[in-house]
Nanobody, 115 residues
Framework: QVQLVESGGGLVQPGGSLRLSCAAS????????MDWYRQAPGKQRELVAA???????NYGDSVKGRFTISRDNAKNTVYLQMNSLKPEDTAVYYCHFRANMNDYWGQGTQVTVSS
């Protein structure tokens, strides 16, 4: 059974940092590209960052230079290091991957940036 479990969200002040983790099980983790998406209230879900099986990365324009995606294949885990957080980064963050035309999502973790 495929499972993605996110952790690391919380409340942080503007300018602060958080690191999100997504632990995967039930898959051969190392062969899949992994993504982080986010969804703010009243907005569509948007791609934040992606990392290929080979470690190539891509970022949404709004987070470039502030967020870093990485993966540890030995731990079946993908990370999202978020620095210089802004109030507009407030959202539920989801881990995701796609396999055989199917999309798999974690349950999400709330990130709130507020003073």
């Amino acid at each position: 059974q495929v499972q993605l479990v996110e952790s690391g969200g919380g409340l942080v002040q503007p300018g602060g940092s958080l690191r999100l983790s997504c632990a995967a099980s039930g898959i051969i983790f190392r062969i899949f590209a992994m993504d982080w998406y986010r969804q703010a209230p009243g907005k569509q879900r948007e791609l934040v960052a992606a990392i290929s099986s080979g470690g190539n990365t891509n970022y949404g324009d709004s987070v470039k230079g502030r967020f870093t995606i990485s993966r540890d294949n030995a731990k079946n885990t993908v990370y999202l290091q978020m620095n210089s957080l802004k109030p507009e980064d407030t959202a539920v963050y989801y881990c995701h991957f796609r396999a055989n035309m199917n999309d798999y999502w974690g349950q999400g973790t709330q990130v709130t940036v507020s003073s």
